[in-house]
């Protein structure tokens, strides 16, 4: 009996914590800002601070088409007033593209939730059409 709780406490343990790795806040978003030149913005909650200091990587891997001319990958933008080891907003990034296809954006993203006062290395991996 001792051995079957113990496997369901395990359990429910995986369980979880598959399920807060897919419930990720951080999500990007790319607008066209002038031919060639597109924004990548970062999104998240209110309640969350993206940590300045941290090992942060962001991969763009450009589809048949499409092909990256710049990008400068670095977070930059305006420190938070909760806690000053934070970003409160990322500035956007500036991505230089030619061509038209699927862009997938492979990053770790290294945040905390205020509400719950834990920080979490996210992994983000997300695609977008480039027209």
Known sequence: MKRFTFLAIISIFLISGLSAEEENPIKFKIEKSAPSVYL??????E?????KEAPH?????PGSGLKVVSADLKLKGKTSNRKKEYF?????IQLKLEGKGELEIHAKIFYCDYNRNICIPGKILQKEIIQ
């Not at 309640?47 to 940590?51: D, H, L, R, T, W």
């Open 57 to 61: 990587r962001i991969l763009l891997n």
């Open 40 to 45: 990548l913005k970062i999104a998240y909650p």
């Open 47 to 51: 309640n969350f601070g993206i940590q």
């Open 88 to 92: 409160e907003s990322i500035e956007p």
